[in-house]
């Protein structure tokens, strides 16, 4: 999955230009590549086709941002976007070693990943990538209907994929996530079923399987308006949903987030970072970075992008620092998505916050357990059953009804 989108509540349309807090040594970084073969019609993240773009100039430019803005000796590092197999082997090479120089990863980082899509991803590209210190991709299958594919409006087919996963695996990747869409207009639960079945014979480390969603300004989204697409029923969808945690549990992946399933010790530590409302640092454009309780991020475009980091040396367009009930209320809202749920004592850390607005969560989280869609184990809250596949909605009712107070 691309790099987590921050809460609604943030105001990107706000610009700004002031420095944003640096880092402290170890901090996640992020690195967003913004370009792909073609715009997939269902995808909202910040990317544009690559022809015509000067990838050398945007490697330069996050170089010049990393030295800057990006932490030392970073915990995590992930390369997302986009599509960073796109990139040529030189370009990888002048991308790792130049952030390497600057922030010595390769001595620090328990982790590192790669974004990676099949039309970009040979043998070749998946040795560069393993020389250069990536031992973990993500490949970003999506679905094994070619007719789908087209659709999507991605430009590779199913066959294409399964080569991609056999080059990573021949050149020694051992850890490999692939990427997967349910809920397609017109998918039954057996094609779904039968799909993911194929997936999960090639022995992924790690799925991140997502139902469909239309958001706004994407092509899927007019489409859908005009009547062009009809979404799965709900009933349809949450058959889906069991299925997957079904089939994915047989066959050893455990969800530990709503749509992430991983064998043990394969989890992704730098998405968990996210979920745990923790601190990272993303450079390029469109990245989002949040240091001690500041979110803050670069513009959604290219030339603005290139044109302040010209200017100061970095990108950032938007910050804010939300209250303390805000900031518990996306604990809760980032944290209720993971199996382990969430704990009053680690939001009120996590959020700095005081007794009393930890409390004020508590009362929702108790109201919500009266209603079935949440469970509390000890200290910790989880959803329920009945909670699960209305994840998102539940963890919504944080970030909309705390700030206004529970009665
Ligand atoms: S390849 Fe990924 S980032 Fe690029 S357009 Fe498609 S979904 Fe979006």
């Keep these: 999955m691309e790099q987590q989108e921050p809460p609604p509540t943030s105001r990107r349309d706000e610009p700004r230009v002031s420095a944003p807090p640096r880092a402290t040594e170890g901090t996640a970084l992020y690195v967003h590549l913004p370009f792909c073969a073609a715009k997939c019609h269902y995808c909202d993240f910040f990317s ?44 990888l090479t002048t991308l790792l070693d130049g952030l390497q120089e600057i922030t010595g990863w390769r001595g620090s980082a328990a982790e590192v990943s790669a974004e990676c899509n099949p039309e970009s991803l040979d043998l070749d590209k998946a040795r560069c990538l393993l020389d250069l210190g990536v031992p973990r991709i993500s490949i970003g299958f999506q679905s094994l209907d070619d007719e789908t594919l087209k659709l999507f409006g991605r430009v590779h087919t199913a066959t294409e994929s399964f080569r991609a996963y056999e080059s990573a695996r021949t050149a020694g990747i051992e850890h490999v ?20 079945g194929r997936v999960l014979d090639l022995r992924p480390d790690h799925l991140s399987a997502y139902n469909l969603t239309f958001e706004e300004d994407t092509r899927f989204k007019r489409w859908l308006d005009r009547g062009r697409l009809e979404a799965a029923e709900e009933e349809v969808e949450l058959e889906m949903f069991h299925a997957t945690r079904e089939l994915a549990s047989s066959s050893g ?11 043990p010790n394969e989890q992704c530590s730098h998405n968990l970072n996210y979920w745990r409302n923790g601190e990272y640092v993303g450079i390029g454009p469109g990245a989002v970075s949040k240091v001690e309780h500041t979110r803050s991020g670069n513009p959604r475009s290219i030339s603005p992008y290139l044109r302040r980091i010209q200017g100061h040396g970095h990108a950032t367009e ?11 209320a996306e604990c809760w809202w980032l944290g209720l ?24 969560s508590v009362t929702l989280a108790t109201r919500l357990v009266g209603d079935g869609l949440l469970e509390r184990s000890e200290a910790r809250y989880t959803l329920s059953e009945q909670g699960l596949p209305l994840a998102d909605a539940v963890a919504r009712e944080f970030l909309q009804r705390l700030p206004q107070g529970v009665d």
């Design 253 to 263: 992946l455990v969800a530990y987030e709503i749509s992430n399933h991983a064998r």
């Design 337 to 360: 998505r993971l199996q382990g749920g969430v704990d009053p004592a680690e939001v009120a850390r996590t959020a700095g916050a005081s007794d009393a607005a930890i409390e004020v």
């Design 48 to 91: 544009v086709p690559d022809e015509g773009q000067d990838i050398d100039g945007m490697i330069a430019a996050i170089l010049r941002e990393a030295e800057v803005r990006a932490p030392a000796r970073p915990r995590t590092l992930f390369l997302g976007g986009g599509t960073p197999s796109l990139l040529s082997a030189g370009q």
């Design 177 to 196: 996530n692939v990427d997967l869409i349910y809920a397609i207009p017109g998918q039954t639960a057996d094609e779904w079923s039968a799909d993911l």
């Design 318 to 328: 938007w910050s804010e620092t939300p209250g303390e009930v805000a900031r518990v």
